[in-house]
C-alpha cells in the first residue's frame, strides 16, 4: 500500500494505491492515525485502492471514529469500484456521509435495504 500526501491549506490529501487489506492493515492504521491527529482536515482518495476486504473496511471505520473523537474530518473521496462494493456490501455508505463519484457521474450515498 502506498501513500501519496499532499497538504494544501487546510486539508491534507491522501491519495492511497493498492490493496487495503489485512496484508497492509497495521502500516495503514498507523499512518492514518497519526495523520488524523495532526491534521484537523483529511481527504483520503480511493481511486487507486484495487482491492479492500474486512480489514480494510475496519480501518476507514476507526479512521472515521478518530476523527469524530479528535473533532477532526475525515473525507472519503474518489471511490474506486472495489471501495464502492464493500461499503455497499456492508451497508455502509451513508454511514461515511460522502458523496460517491462512480463512473463519471455524481450521486449522493443511498442507504440499501
Known amino acids: ?5 499532499q497538504q494544501a491549506g487546510p486539508v491534507c490529501s491522501v491519495a492511497l494505491q493498492g490493496a ?18 495532526q491534521h484537523p482536515l483529511i ?6 485502492v484495487d482491492e479492500i476486504d474486512a480489514s480494510g473496511v ?9 476523527a469524530s473523537n479528535l473533532e477532526h474530518s475525515l473525507r472519503l473521496t474518489a471511490h474506486s469500484p ?12 451513508a454511514y461515511f456521509g460522502d458523496p460517491v463519484v462512480e463512473f463519471g ?3 449522493q ?5
Open 20 to 37: 487495503l487489506d489485512i496484508y497492509a492493515a497495521a502500516q495503514v492504521r498507523e499512518r492514518l492515525a497519526d495523520l488524523i491527529a
Open 1 to 5: 500500500m502506498d501513500f501519496i500526501e
Open 43 to 48: 481527504e483520503l482518495q480511493l481511486a487507486e
Open 82 to 93: 472495489a471501495v464502492i462494493d464493500a461499503l455497499e456490501l456492508c451497508g455502509l455508505l
Open 58 to 66: 475496519q480501518i476507514l471505520l476507526a479512521a472515521k471514529q478518530q
Open 105 to 107: 457521474r455524481s450521486s
Open 109 to 113: 450515498a443511498k442507504e440499501h435495504a
